[in-house]
């Protein structure tokens, strides 16, 4: 039950007395005070195994709205304390993505340093644009971009890049930047000023879900004999469901061999660059053209955080700059070359850098690769633990090369049944099952999927550093608990 | 001068120290105090007057390390004492963007229940991918978007839509969604399926920078009788620079005439939805396929805030659902229909929703309407305080639509010269050489730029709250002291 804190003189009863926080500077703080007393008793249950994951509830229920939690908007303003009670319940029935049983994402955790940074991020609330708005920001993007270079093997970490709101968006810088490579005309004049060009990734694949370069060669080969023009491959570094990493030298030999641009996509498996033990998966990723690497995901880096890498200098500009005068203006009194906004498609862009920068500065490279090293040693420690058990199944062979263990749990009922469309069918109705009763309780989320011809089966990751092996054991147990009499 | 504050029995010298807050609750909540005790005292100086807006530093000097504050990352971690200089520094050579003599963006401000927001957001750190991780925070959305689309003013608030990473991303939406309205095959076939489109957007204008609707009738008739297929027009409502609003009504007679898509870029003057003095400069709106809306812009809210909104539902999931089964499963317990990822080009998104919606909470509609017609009282008030001052030219005539008012200010060296190439070239250094000087001396800070023929000129825009006539007074004194030996 809330008990309102704030001594009733110092509070105001609504935003605008909040502002300007000179003359209303008491209720202010407190205010802010306030809302820091409900997000720390949040971090430290968060962290806190007897906590539960989430407390479920149907849209519907929401909706409705639960115990007083109103989440229509109206005409007329609400309380301040009105406000703390909304923030209450937006985090009460929210998921607590930082829980050490939360494996449902590749992006997981709540790194406080990280969270200290974008606490300070939007307390600075400002944009990438101009050098003139962010100059700190600016020199740590482009320090930081450079440091990333150097793991990647550019020399003397030469290049360029940006970060993006995503991967999505930074694989999409990748292909604008090909394109633009091969066909500048197409910036000025549309599609229509370039030929029918191909990209190619991986789709077809083999048992572990990595490129077969033989049969890329193949496609290239057919689609030059079609009247197509391929522009661009792409190497998925960590693939998204069975973490596989597709041969990126075998790939570069064959872009070279006819002019295409290589482009990794690394969202998910860039952070084992920081690894010296795991960095090898990645060999010949200083052949790319550009790289995608969000460190949201595998480094804990809170979101949003992806970063598009390009090894060719001035092509990024080249590509995005629309110069346009009434945004960058070329007669400032300081180096305009700082001011790096044109080379994005945004105007306004998030500062995504600092909560990156600050958890490099305070872990070091080293703790980055702590991270890593712990997060996979997790993951052979599931692979170890449910390889030869009863009642599971591996849904490929051999040790995983990421921290994606991909598995099907048999319950007994299926477990002396000869394989078969039934049982298949049963199969396929296990893993959602057992994720709806894991919601239910709220005890641990993992992700389940079909993917090809296989049938429903858990994905399970770690990327977040609060996770131990009592942890995986419980996720085990919990899968077993909830799903022996299916 | 820093002193710690922390005991240093409680202080943990790294970060590593800091997970699982669990086992290191004491010194993780510890720290977080210590970084919020930073930020406060950021927030009250910020609204105080006698405070700088920035201290200017030129990059090269940031680089060189000011005062052992040193951006470049290294192998081994830093303390938390250190981490915590690093914040203060950080704060301290950067620009607040939340000064009430803060006006060089169209984003301003510091709200501080969007920054409670904000902290809350970056808290539970989930993304918009799934009701599954983020279910309030997905309801959020959707009765936000809905209450923007009854602004707008389609009926029962019907249609669609999404927070994007920013305005140019939410125009690229309207593009794509109109691009599949007309030719869907571009989906899975390519821009080689459709014909060359022709999009327009204003680059042509009148005096106050609206688009000409005859002039923009001929170019679409132009465009056909060439052999283009016209699909796509953009009128802007509140331009960057002279705030312009286009007549939406009479684009709307033409796209209507000519069966073309049309788009209302409202993201600096969309806010002005929520006025209902204000409102009828965007009258037609409704008659808009699609619109953008930053409330990172006119109404406040911390970056990242920009809605696309859609006046068709299906649309944007018809454009951009990949349906990818190891994404999104359809087997869940819960309606899946509130798994918005699938309409969105990003797979992982940023909760943008939060701030915005807790701001409206707490202002109500009406509060938003008053942030607007306070904003625009001020520049009506700069307005009538220059247009008749001596020393000061109007760059268009009349009262401005939107907060921007566009002045040259002349130097009494310049006042008695008459026009000329000579004259034009000395006022274009005005503006930039006073920008210089109020930013050396962290005044103030306002945007400058040329555009058209028209020489660099003054752009003052308002969108902080915290801003009063006497902030504008400053600005004007400011520009007279600094300007009137050039």
Redesign the interface.
Known sequence: HWTPRLNSHHVSP???D?????NG?EP??Q???E??D???N???K????STKVLD?????Q??EGMEGFN????????S?E??LV??R???K???R??H?RFF??L?S?????G??G???T??????M?T???????V??EQ??LK?MREMIGWAGGEGDGLFS?????SN?YSVMMARYKYFPEVKTK???AAP??VLFTSEHVRDTGRVIPADLEAKIIDAKQKGYVPLFVNATAGS??YGAFDPINEIADICEKYNLWLHVDGAWGGGLLMSRKHRHKLAGVERANSVTW?P?KMMGV???CSAILVREKGILAGCNSMCA???F?P?????VN?DTGDKA???????DI?KF???????????FE?HIDKCLDLSQYLYNKIKNREGYQMVFDGVPQHTNVCFWYIPPSLRSMPDSEERREKLH?VA?KI??MM??SGTT?VG????GKNV?FFRMVVSN??VTQSDIDFLIDEIERLGQDL
């Open positions: 609504h935003l605008l909040l502002l300007p926080a000179k500077e202010t703080i205010f802010l005070l809302i820091v409900i997000l720390t949040y971090v430290k968060t962290f806190d195994r479920f509830h149907h849209p519907h929401l909706l989440l229509e908007l109206s005409d007329q303003p609400e301040l009105q406000i909304d923030c319940d937006t985090l029935y929210g998921v993505t930082g050490p449902n994402q992006s955790g709540l790194d406080i340093i969270l200290a974008e606490w300070l939007s307390t600075a609330n400002t944009n644009f050098y003139e708005i962010a100059p700190v920001f020199l740590m320090l930081t440091k709101p995503g991967g999505a968006i999409m549309g599609m229509s029918r060009l998204t469901v969000n949201h809170p979101l949003q005068g009434y945004l203006q007669d400032k009194q300081y180096d700082y498609i945004q105007c306004g862009r998030h500062v600092f920068w600050l958890m490099w500065k305070a872990k070091g490279t080293i703790g702590q109705r959602p994720k709806a919601m239910e989320m389940y999927q079909p993917q429903n550093l609060a």
